[in-house]
């Protein structure tokens, strides 16, 4: 959904480093996550915000940490990224104000995240 | 624990043929339903939805049945298309958890010329 972007599409990091991952969204939604891939698993959230001052931890936090920089925006950061967080990640919104469905989420494009 | 699962992880089916995607779920208070499609590269994208007060809903081609008996969910796609050939997902949806999606592991869709 173009509405929902995610950069970069894909990156190849070493064990350690800090990585970033940015979302932005053109939807005028409140709500925010990101969830991770991984197959067979289908898709794990780790963070999700319900408003800019709202941050709530997913099922799998541990390792990640995310900024609500404005409405439009949601970024997740590995502080020490480590092969197994090699996976697929997604940025998805929803708007919790009632209009369309309330409970979908649109989802960007996905990040390929490969961690050496 | 309580899960939103899948039956089976891969599908086959004939073009022209009609598809059946199925999906149990657990948990008594799960009270909306969506199935996901997502394609190769792509995020996955919204197909269809159920609430609990429902038994069938049906779309364009699609048609999902809940079953709040055995806890089950099914996807119907008629005349399958290989367009369809993608991953799909069911999600539930529980009140008495935020009102968070809980998405199931998914099911390939190959279609066969």
């Known amino acids: 959904d173009a509405d929902v972007t995610q950069t970069p599409r894909n990156r190849i990091t070493k064990t350690g480093k800090r990585i970033m991952l940015e979302c932005s969204q053109t939807k005028g939604h409140d709500r925010m996550y990101w969830y991770r891939q991984d197959p067979g698993l289908g898709l794990r959230l780790i963070y999700y915000s319900f408003d800019v001052k709202d941050i709530n931890k997913g099922e799998i936090s541990d390792g990640y940490s995310v900024s609500r920089q404005a409405q439009a925006k949601f970024s997740l950061s590995l502080e020490s990224a480590i092969p197994n967080q090699t996976a697929l990640y997604f940025c998805a919104t929803s708007d919790s104000r009632g209009r369309g469905r309330r409970y979908e989420q649109y989802f960007g494009p996905g990040t390929r995240l490969t961690v050496t | 624990g309580e899960s939103v699962g899948l039956h089976l992880p891969t599908l086959s089916v004939q073009e022209g043929d009609n598809s059946i995607i199925n999906c149990a779920y657990s948990n008594s208070a799960s009270d909306y339903f969506i199935w996901y499609k997502q394609e190769s590269g792509k995020g996955p994208q919204f197909i269809i939805d159920?609430?609990?007060?429902?038994d069938k809903r049906q779309g364009q081609r699609v048609t999902v049945l809940l079953n709040k008996t055995v806890k089950h969910l099914s996807l119907q796609i008629a005349a399958t298309q290989p367009g369809d050939s993608a991953v799909y997902f069911c999600?539930?949806?529980?009140?008495?958890?935020?009102?968070?999606?809980?998405f199931g592991g998914g099911t390939r869709l190959m279609v066969k010329p």
């Open positions: 159920i609430r609990s007060n429902m």
């Open positions: 999600a539930d949806l529980r009140n008495n958890a935020g009102n968070m999606l809980t």
